[in-house]
């Protein structure tokens, strides 16, 4: 029969995605997903991984097949039950997807956006000008961390104590899109407060009356959602908008201190810092990988997956992949670097990436003026996530103009 043909066939890898040694250097790993075939079996965890651009874009399109209600990570939903209540638009298809969704692109719109600017650019040029002046930072710690937890959770309107509990609260969610394994137990290991924290911050009478949050209560007044749906997806700003850049914006500096001919090519044409990012999101992707579950029975490139089947998507292996990019392995700020996958694609397309997009250029705009290069001197140490790829420290001497 033409499907157990399919069955037997289907290439399969013992590749673990989520082991130290994976996550430390991926792309070794993507590359052998991609050739051994369009969609490959990991029998360690029964699930499969489909690690090609076309694949991965085709799968993020086609949300009848490939739904998110079941969880965006290992677990099935529908077979144990979430570390925390599912997230409403994340987690969720349509319909319920659709009214959220609709509530948060007109909230977090370009032109939406585009008014938190001056404070955005202020900020970033506030905090580039300490950083130029003591000579020698941490990307991490003194910007890619510090400069996302001030101006989100502004932006958002949460009050400013308490905000340490933000990164533990992102390492929780993105860790446990991953298996059980020693990142999700470390993430889970203060788990109690910090949710607590979190919850407490994502009621209407927390939030500023002039923030993107409050924004999302005037929805309820508008009959769009209820209460209580208000607040989830205020804990879905809080979830998703803090260690995505942060993991991101770590991700850029390190690609301008390891490639400084790109960085000086920013610094002469500012005009390519948009792009740049943009690169930067191909070429090191913050977040490497979702997952979605099938509905029903489908055949990708011949092999035939089941219902009710966990798919995990390389994105950072469709941003690298030979058959879609030239040079794939280069980091090239002026290439046209959309169509990367990192932001996804699809009605669960990244509904923030405007809000990332202008930290970002505040960043490197601000950074382009002062600082002529950065150094690598020591060897920057990683932190491990099982969705998220990043760094725990980039020591960086810097050039000042
Ligand atoms: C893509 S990252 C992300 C998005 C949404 C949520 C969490 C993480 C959420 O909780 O809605």
Known sequence: MASDQATLSRPVSTIDPFSHAFLHDPYPHHEAMREAGPVVWLEQYGIWAMARHQEVRDSLTDWQTFCSSAGVGLSDFRKEP??????????????????????LTRILSPAAINVLRTTFEREAELLVARLVEQREFDGVADLAEAYPLKVFPDAVGISGDGRENLLPYGSMVFNSFGPRNDLFNQAMANAGPVREWIMSKCSRAALAPDGLGMLIFRAVDAGELAEDEAGMLVRSFLSAGIDTTVYGLGNALYCMARYPEQWTALRENPALIRGAFEEVLRFEAPVQ??????????????????????????????????????????????????????FGTGIHGCVGQAVARLESEAIFAALAKRVVSFELTGEPRRRLNNTLRGFDTLPLPLVPA
């Open 82 to 103: 979430p570390w925390r209540p599912p997230s409403i638009i994340l987690e969720a298809d349509p319909p319920l997807h659709t009214r959220t969704r609709a509530v």
């Open 289 to 342: 990988t979702f997952f979605r579950t099938t509905t029903k029975a489908v055949d990708v490139g011949g092999v035939r997956l089941g219902e009710g089947e966990k798919v995990l998507l390389f994105l950072a292996a469709a941003n690298r992949d030979p058959r879609r990019w030239d040079r794939p392995d280069t980091f090239d700020v002026r290439r046209r670097a959309t169509g990367h996958m990192t």
